[in-house]
């Protein structure tokens, strides 16, 4: 059974980096997949983060483009999210996810994934 699961989340100042990891067997198991980042904060409706696919494509929301980096490890199996200059407002639980058969141009679409992780906390204080 094809599984992620994240690691890494923390408790770091505003201005500050974390980097999460997603181990997962989706690199392996598929030619075609899609996977990504993705969080979702108290009180609030789960939100697209970023994602990429097995072509290597990127996709970022506007909320984290130019701080945030999305990058898969295909020989260690494992998607990162390089997280800088976090502000508190990036507090959330942060979830991975991953679909087989690729992204379709939806990389931001939750609707389009159906395996998901426990999730790992991220809080970043002021």
Same mark, same amino acid.
Request: net charge neutral.
């Given at each position: 059974q094809?599984? $992620?699961?994240e690691?890494?989340?923390?408790? $770091?100042?505003?201005?500050?980096s974390?980097r999460?990891s997603?181990?997962?067997? $989706?690199f392996?198991?598929?030619?075609?997949?899609?996977?990504?980042?993705?969080?979702?904060?108290p009180?609030k409706?789960r939100?697209a983060?970023?994602?990429?696919d097995?072509?290597?494509?990127?996709?970022?929301?506007?909320?984290? %483009?130019?701080?945030?980096?999305?990058?898969?490890?295909?020989?260690?199996?494992?998607?990162?999210?390089?997280m800088?200059?976090?502000?508190?407002e990036?507090?959330?639980?942060y979830?991975?996810?991953?679909?087989?058969?690729?992204c379709?141009? %939806?990389?931001?679409?939750q609707?389009e994934?159906?395996?998901?992780?426990?999730?790992?906390?991220?809080? $970043?204080?002021?």
């Amino acid at each position: 059974q094809v599984q $992620v699961a994240e690691s890494g989340g923390g408790s $770091v100042q505003a201005g500050g980096s974390l980097r999460l990891s997603c181990a997962t067997s $989706v690199f392996t198991s598929y030619s075609a997949y899609c996977i990504g980042w993705f969080r979702q904060a108290p009180g609030k409706q789960r939100e697209a983060v970023a994602a990429t696919d097995h072509d290597g494509i990127l996709a970022y929301a506007d909320s984290v %483009k130019g701080r945030f980096t999305i990058s898969q490890d295909n020989v260690k199996n494992t998607l990162y999210l390089y997280m800088n200059s976090l502000k508190p407002e990036d507090t959330a639980m942060y979830y991975c996810a991953a679909e087989s058969g690729g992204c379709f141009a %939806k990389y931001l679409d939750q609707r389009e994934y159906t395996i998901w992780g426990q999730g790992t906390q991220v809080t $970043v204080s002021s």
